[in-house]
């Protein structure tokens, strides 16, 4: 739903990087996966199409993965709840499967590695 926004934010802000030595809009990114995933995990019949469509999409996926491996405590947290998605909701196509299968390894060391703990300012 919202991958070009991501992409959008995370390119000006490696643009800025280069400029002004700051990271990535962190807060930004954080509050756009979070409205994300509050409209993916609403029940309601005209969001399930969009649930559907955006649960088996192989770049959403990558996305999410590619989210998980950054420092951001409070980015990791929406990644994590995105990932969750993928695994949790049924009807996966089975080009996810696949991947999914492929990337168990890696899906179950990104999770190992998170640890809520205190939250950051960011948080």
């Known amino acids: 739903m919202f991958s070009s926004i991501y992409k959008e934010i995370l390119s000006e802000d490696e643009e800025q990087k280069n400029n002004e030595e700051e ?8 509050e756009l996966m979070k409205l994300e995933y509050q ?11 969009m649930v559907h469509e955006w649960s088996n999409s192989k770049e959403n996926l990558a996305q999410v993965m590619d989210m ?3 420092e951001n405590v409070g980015l990791k947290y929406e990644a994590i709840l995105q990932l969750s998605l993928f695994l949790l909701m049924p009807n996966r196509s089975d080009l996810i499967l696949s991947l999914m299968k ?11 590695g998170f640890e809520l703990g205190k939250p950051d ?3």
């Open 102 to 112: 492929r990337n168990k390894q890696a899906i179950v060391i990104l999770l190992q």
């Open 39 to 49: 409209l993916l995990t609403k029940t309601e019949d005209c969001f399930k199409a």
């Open 23 to 30: 990271g990535p809009n962190f807060f930004a990114i954080k």
């Open 121 to 123: 300012e960011d948080f």
């Open 68 to 70: 998980m491996c950054y």
